[in-house]
């Protein structure tokens, strides 16, 4: 059997949090979520398994760069994708409109 672990190819599996929306975990498959420092697994919650997949560099992600993940969890042990930030235009739709009274 091949064996998916190099800092080329990797076996990963990714879980999302139930407490934050679109904050995803990627971890090697093998070594899972058990080893997670205890700060990120309170911030983070109960990994809620979404897919696993072979890494390799050239995969296309949506948000990251995969040869980034793979540094990071042959590093770190895991990588952590936060939510996207929110774009300033965005933030104008939730005002208020100003009017007569409201300046």
Same mark, same amino acid.
């Given at each position: 059997?091949?064996?998916? #672990?190099?800092?080329?190819?990797?076996?990963? %599996?990714? &879980?999302?949090?139930?407490? @934050?929306?679109?904050?995803?975990?990627?971890? !090697?498959?093998?070594?899972?979520?058990?080893? #997670?420092?205890?700060?990120?697994?309170?911030?983070?919650?109960?990994?809620?398994?979404?897919?696993?997949?072979?890494?390799?560099?050239?995969?296309?992600?949506?948000?990251?760069? $995969? %040869? @980034?993940?793979?540094?990071?969890?042959?590093?770190?042990?895991? &990588?952590?994708?936060?939510?996207?930030? @929110?774009?300033? &235009?965005?933030?104008?739709?939730?005002? $208020?409109? @100003? !009017?007569?009274?409201?300046?």
């Amino acid at each position: 059997m091949t064996e998916y #672990l190099s800092d080329k190819k990797r076996f990963c %599996s990714v &879980y999302k949090s139930p407490k @934050k929306h679109e904050m995803y975990l990627y971890v !090697d498959k093998k070594s899972g979520v058990g080893d #997670l420092p205890e700060a990120l697994a309170g911030l983070f919650g109960e990994p809620l398994h979404v897919l696993d997949m072979i890494l390799t560099p050239e995969k296309k992600l949506a948000r990251i760069d $995969a %040869s @980034k993940v793979l540094a990071e969890i042959a590093e770190k042990g895991f &990588y952590l994708q936060m939510p996207p930030g @929110k774009d300033d &235009y965005m933030l104008e739709l939730y005002k $208020a409109p @100003k !009017d007569s009274l409201h300046g």
